[in-house]
T-cell receptor, first 113, second 113 residues
Framework: EAQVTQNPRYLITVTGKKLTVTCSQN?????MSWYRQDPGLGLRQIYY???????DKGDVPEGYKVSRKEKRNFPLILESPSPNQTSLYFC????????????FGPGTRLTVL | DAKTTQPNSMESNEEEPVHLPCNHS???????IHWYRQLPSQGPEYVIH???SNVNNRMASLAIAEDRKSSTLILHRATLRDAAVYYC??????????????FGQGTILTVHP
Protein backbone atom coordinates (compact mmCIF):
# COMPACT_ATOMS: atom_id res chain seq x y z
CA GLU A 1 0.00 0.00 0.00
CA ALA A 2 1.30 3.44 -0.97
CA GLN A 3 1.78 5.46 2.17
CA VAL A 4 3.71 7.94 4.25
CA THR A 5 4.56 6.71 7.72
CA GLN A 6 5.66 8.72 10.72
CA ASN A 7 7.14 7.59 14.01
CA PRO A 8 6.43 8.05 16.77
CA ARG A 9 2.76 9.00 16.54
CA TYR A 10 2.76 10.47 20.03
CA LEU A 11 5.68 11.78 22.06
CA ILE A 12 5.98 13.57 25.37
CA THR A 13 9.43 14.88 26.16
CA VAL A 14 11.19 17.51 28.24
CA THR A 15 12.86 20.75 27.26
CA GLY A 16 16.31 20.31 25.79
CA LYS A 17 16.23 16.56 25.15
CA LYS A 18 17.12 15.94 21.51
CA LEU A 19 14.58 14.01 19.50
CA THR A 20 13.98 12.80 15.96
CA VAL A 21 10.67 12.23 14.24
CA THR A 22 11.02 9.87 11.33
CA CYS A 23 9.15 10.05 8.04
CA SER A 24 9.27 7.41 5.36
CA GLN A 25 7.46 7.00 2.03
CA ASN A 26 7.27 3.99 -0.28
CA UNK A 27 6.19 5.77 -3.47
CA UNK A 28 9.65 6.74 -4.78
CA UNK A 29 8.74 10.41 -4.43
CA UNK A 30 11.44 13.01 -4.95
CA UNK A 31 9.72 15.73 -2.91
CA MET A 32 9.14 15.56 0.84
CA SER A 33 8.05 18.19 3.32
CA TRP A 34 7.40 18.79 7.01
CA TYR A 35 4.54 20.87 8.44
CA ARG A 36 3.38 21.81 11.89
CA GLN A 37 -0.21 22.50 12.79
CA ASP A 38 -1.28 24.67 15.69
CA PRO A 39 -4.78 25.81 16.70
CA GLY A 40 -5.75 28.96 14.84
CA LEU A 41 -2.60 28.95 12.69
CA GLY A 42 -3.36 26.21 10.19
CA LEU A 43 -0.59 24.21 8.52
CA ARG A 44 2.81 25.86 8.31
CA GLN A 45 5.72 24.46 6.35
CA ILE A 46 8.93 23.83 8.30
CA TYR A 47 11.35 22.38 5.73
CA TYR A 48 11.11 20.69 2.40
CA UNK A 49 13.33 18.60 0.18
CA UNK A 50 13.31 18.50 -3.60
CA UNK A 51 15.46 15.38 -3.75
CA UNK A 52 18.26 13.53 -1.98
CA UNK A 53 20.72 15.95 -0.37
CA UNK A 54 18.58 18.96 -1.37
CA UNK A 55 16.70 20.71 1.44
CA ASP A 56 15.32 24.20 1.95
CA LYS A 57 13.53 26.25 4.57
CA GLY A 58 9.81 26.69 4.74
CA ASP A 59 8.03 29.42 6.70
CA VAL A 60 8.93 28.27 10.24
CA PRO A 61 12.35 26.51 10.20
CA GLU A 62 13.74 27.92 13.47
CA GLY A 63 14.59 25.22 16.00
CA TYR A 64 14.43 22.37 13.49
CA LYS A 65 16.89 20.45 11.35
CA VAL A 66 16.32 17.97 8.55
CA SER A 67 18.38 15.66 6.43
CA ARG A 68 17.70 13.76 3.22
CA LYS A 69 20.31 11.05 2.82
CA GLU A 70 17.98 8.57 1.14
CA LYS A 71 15.03 9.13 -1.12
CA ARG A 72 12.48 7.40 1.09
CA ASN A 73 13.36 9.03 4.44
CA PHE A 74 13.14 12.61 5.66
CA PRO A 75 13.67 12.83 9.42
CA LEU A 76 12.84 15.95 11.43
CA ILE A 77 15.34 16.70 14.18
CA LEU A 78 14.76 18.89 17.22
CA GLU A 79 18.20 19.42 18.76
CA SER A 80 16.93 21.22 21.85
CA PRO A 81 13.14 21.12 21.99
CA SER A 82 11.27 23.92 23.72
CA PRO A 83 7.62 24.12 24.86
CA ASN A 84 6.72 26.33 21.87
CA GLN A 85 7.47 23.34 19.63
CA THR A 86 4.55 21.47 21.15
CA SER A 87 2.46 20.83 18.08
CA LEU A 88 1.01 18.34 15.62
CA TYR A 89 3.51 17.50 12.90
CA PHE A 90 2.79 16.18 9.42
CA CYS A 91 5.14 14.80 6.82
CA UNK A 92 4.16 14.77 3.15
CA UNK A 93 5.61 13.58 -0.14
CA UNK A 94 4.94 13.95 -3.83
CA UNK A 95 6.47 13.45 -7.21
CA UNK A 96 8.63 16.31 -8.43
CA UNK A 97 6.66 19.24 -9.82
CA UNK A 98 3.61 21.40 -9.26
CA UNK A 99 1.23 19.11 -11.11
CA UNK A 100 1.29 16.37 -8.49
CA UNK A 101 -0.64 15.78 -5.30
CA UNK A 102 0.99 15.53 -1.91
CA UNK A 103 0.43 12.46 0.24
CA PHE A 104 0.37 13.15 3.95
CA GLY A 105 1.36 11.00 6.88
CA PRO A 106 -0.93 10.41 9.87
CA GLY A 107 0.76 13.00 12.06
CA THR A 108 2.93 13.06 15.18
CA ARG A 109 1.63 14.78 18.26
CA LEU A 110 4.57 16.20 20.21
CA THR A 111 4.39 17.65 23.69
CA VAL A 112 7.45 19.38 25.14
CA LEU A 113 7.25 19.99 28.88
CA ASP B 1 4.78 33.48 -2.45
CA ALA B 2 1.32 33.87 -3.91
CA LYS B 3 -1.29 33.63 -1.16
CA THR B 4 -4.89 32.49 -1.06
CA THR B 5 -7.90 33.83 0.84
CA GLN B 6 -10.78 31.65 1.96
CA PRO B 7 -13.82 32.22 4.19
CA ASN B 8 -13.25 30.98 7.71
CA SER B 9 -16.34 28.79 7.74
CA MET B 10 -19.30 27.64 5.69
CA GLU B 11 -22.35 25.52 6.37
CA SER B 12 -24.36 23.19 4.21
CA ASN B 13 -27.16 20.68 4.45
CA GLU B 14 -26.66 17.05 3.63
CA GLU B 15 -27.21 16.12 -0.03
CA GLU B 16 -27.05 19.73 -1.17
CA PRO B 17 -24.24 21.13 -3.34
CA VAL B 18 -21.49 23.12 -1.67
CA HIS B 19 -19.41 25.82 -3.34
CA LEU B 20 -16.21 26.66 -1.50
CA PRO B 21 -14.54 29.83 -2.83
CA CYS B 22 -10.87 30.77 -2.90
CA ASN B 23 -9.31 34.04 -3.97
CA HIS B 24 -5.76 34.11 -5.33
CA SER B 25 -5.41 37.50 -6.95
CA UNK B 26 -1.58 37.34 -7.10
CA UNK B 27 -1.45 33.98 -8.86
CA UNK B 28 1.23 33.65 -11.50
CA UNK B 29 0.76 32.05 -14.88
CA UNK B 30 2.48 28.82 -13.88
CA UNK B 31 0.82 28.31 -10.48
CA UNK B 32 -1.36 25.25 -10.09
CA ILE B 33 -4.39 25.53 -7.79
CA HIS B 34 -4.58 22.63 -5.35
CA TRP B 35 -7.30 21.73 -2.87
CA TYR B 36 -6.83 19.55 0.18
CA ARG B 37 -9.12 18.69 3.03
CA GLN B 38 -8.49 17.59 6.58
CA LEU B 39 -11.00 15.43 8.35
CA PRO B 40 -11.06 15.55 12.16
CA SER B 41 -8.03 13.84 13.72
CA GLN B 42 -6.50 12.99 10.35
CA GLY B 43 -3.78 14.28 8.07
CA PRO B 44 -4.72 16.39 5.06
CA GLU B 45 -5.80 14.55 1.95
CA TYR B 46 -5.72 15.63 -1.66
CA VAL B 47 -9.01 16.60 -3.28
CA ILE B 48 -8.32 18.08 -6.71
CA HIS B 49 -6.06 20.44 -8.63
CA UNK B 50 -6.01 22.38 -11.88
CA UNK B 51 -4.19 25.01 -13.90
CA UNK B 52 -6.63 26.77 -16.23
CA SER B 53 -9.49 24.50 -17.21
CA ASN B 54 -12.22 23.23 -14.94
CA VAL B 55 -11.52 19.79 -13.52
CA ASN B 56 -13.68 16.95 -12.31
CA ASN B 57 -12.84 13.84 -10.33
CA ARG B 58 -14.72 11.36 -8.19
CA MET B 59 -14.55 13.61 -5.14
CA ALA B 60 -15.31 17.08 -6.47
CA SER B 61 -15.17 19.61 -9.28
CA LEU B 62 -12.88 22.61 -9.55
CA ALA B 63 -14.10 25.70 -11.35
CA ILE B 64 -11.35 28.18 -12.23
CA ALA B 65 -12.18 31.75 -13.18
CA GLU B 66 -11.10 32.88 -16.60
CA ASP B 67 -8.58 35.35 -15.15
CA ARG B 68 -7.47 32.66 -12.66
CA LYS B 69 -7.73 35.07 -9.73
CA SER B 70 -10.29 32.88 -8.02
CA SER B 71 -11.50 29.32 -7.98
CA THR B 72 -14.36 27.33 -6.48
CA LEU B 73 -14.36 23.80 -5.14
CA ILE B 74 -17.71 22.16 -5.76
CA LEU B 75 -18.98 19.22 -3.76
CA HIS B 76 -22.00 18.10 -5.72
CA ARG B 77 -23.88 16.40 -2.90
CA ALA B 78 -22.49 17.03 0.55
CA THR B 79 -22.45 14.17 3.01
CA LEU B 80 -21.70 14.20 6.72
CA ARG B 81 -18.31 12.71 5.88
CA ASP B 82 -17.46 15.86 3.92
CA ALA B 83 -17.34 17.91 7.12
CA ALA B 84 -13.70 19.00 7.23
CA VAL B 85 -11.31 21.90 6.87
CA TYR B 86 -10.72 22.67 3.18
CA TYR B 87 -7.47 24.26 2.08
CA CYS B 88 -6.81 26.02 -1.20
CA UNK B 89 -3.11 26.42 -2.02
CA UNK B 90 -1.00 27.46 -4.97
CA UNK B 91 1.88 25.36 -6.18
CA UNK B 92 4.27 27.11 -8.54
CA UNK B 93 5.54 25.29 -11.59
CA UNK B 94 8.40 27.63 -12.36
CA UNK B 95 11.79 26.08 -11.59
CA UNK B 96 11.90 24.93 -7.96
CA UNK B 97 9.01 27.14 -6.82
CA UNK B 98 6.76 24.12 -6.33
CA UNK B 99 8.61 23.33 -3.14
CA UNK B 100 7.55 26.12 -0.79
CA UNK B 101 3.88 25.93 0.10
CA UNK B 102 1.64 28.17 2.19
CA PHE B 103 -1.57 26.57 3.42
CA GLY B 104 -3.40 29.29 5.31
CA GLN B 105 -6.19 28.52 7.75
CA GLY B 106 -8.69 27.03 5.32
CA THR B 107 -12.49 26.90 5.43
CA ILE B 108 -14.25 24.87 8.08
CA LEU B 109 -17.19 23.15 6.39
CA THR B 110 -20.07 22.05 8.61
CA VAL B 111 -22.65 19.71 7.10
CA HIS B 112 -26.04 19.49 8.77
CA PRO B 113 -28.14 16.30 8.59
Amino acid sequence: EAQVTQNPRYLITVTGKKLTVTCSQNMNHEYMSWYRQDPGLGLRQIYYSMNVEVTDKGDVPEGYKVSRKEKRNFPLILESPSPNQTSLYFCASSLQGANYEQFFGPGTRLTVL
Amino acid sequence: DAKTTQPNSMESNEEEPVHLPCNHSTISGTDYIHWYRQLPSQGPEYVIHGLTSNVNNRMASLAIAEDRKSSTLILHRATLRDAAVYYCILRGAGGTSYGKLTFGQGTILTVHP
